[in-house]
């Protein structure tokens, strides 16, 4: 079966431009979504991204990686996380904490900062990137320096910031292009911010030469015009 195909049968995701109540055939609870497959089967968020997030919180726990493409390659690679989906709204902000916290000798911070991570990236819905014109891979990477800074509402220059680095890189998700693809963006998170630590913090993690190795199972990929094509 193919990794963005339905849980249930197997069939293509269809997206639709108004959502509508549907069913979760795994869970049974009803949610309003814009998704379901070509023989109208519905997986919910929840169910979708279950395992997934629960290996990705299980990797970053027990790494001592400082390379986030390192690390986030290691966790792409299981087959509990699907080409697309929620959890890479989770992944980027826990690959970002662990490097992070790993490179500067804090690795004490990497549980706690992972459970808020956790709890913050499960309000960030599959499919922001279409239909709220805001990509959660973009956002994993405020939900990282917002827990970094103890940044909230009423923050001064910790506010900005956390700002700052989501902005910078939902404008390289957008010069991307579409349609969307959870690696690509992945990837775009995790090299603008590392460069934003550099410039701002004068604090520069490892990061290894990004190639993409799903290419051949994506079937709107890009090729030769997504940056990490190999």
Not at 42 to 58: K, L, P
Not at 98 to 115: E, M, Q, R, V, W
Not at 155 to 182: F, H, Q, W
Request: charged share 20%.
């Amino acid at each position: 079966m193919k990794h963005e195909a339905c849980f249930i049968c197997g069939a293509e995701i269809i997206y639709k431009s108004e959502s509508e109540l549907m069913k979760c055939d795994i869970c049974g609870q009803e949610f309003e979504s814009n998704a379901a497959c070509a023989n109208s089967h519905f997986v919910c968020d929840v169910c979708h991204q279950a395992e997934g997030v629960e290996f990705i919180e299980n990797a970053c726990l027990n790494s001592k990686e400082k390379d986030p493409f390192k690390l986030a390659s290691l966790i792409m690679n299981h087959q509990s996380i699907k080409l697309h989906g929620p959890e890479h709204h989770f992944l980027v902000p826990a690959v970002m904490l662990t490097t992070y916290y790993n490179f500067i000798g804090d690795s004490d911070k990497i549980k706690p900062s992972l459970a808020k991570a956790k709890k913050r990236s499960a309000n960030v819905l599959g499919g922001f990137c279409g239909f709220y014109g805001t990509c959660g891979a973009g956002m994993g990477n405020g939900i990282f320096l917002s827990i970094v800074l103890n940044s909230n509402p009423l923050s001064g220059d910790e506010y900005s910031t956390v700002n700052m680095i989501t902005g910078k890189t939902l404008i390289k998700v957008a010069e991307a292009g579409g349609p969307r693809c959870c690696k690509r963006n992945t990837f775009i998170a995790m090299e603008t911010a590392v460069e934003f630590l550099k410039q701002k913090f004068d604090l520069e993690l490892p990061l290894s030469d990004i190639k993409c190795k799903f290419s051949f199972a994506i079937k709107e990929c890009k090729f030769t015009d997504c940056n990490y094509y190999e």
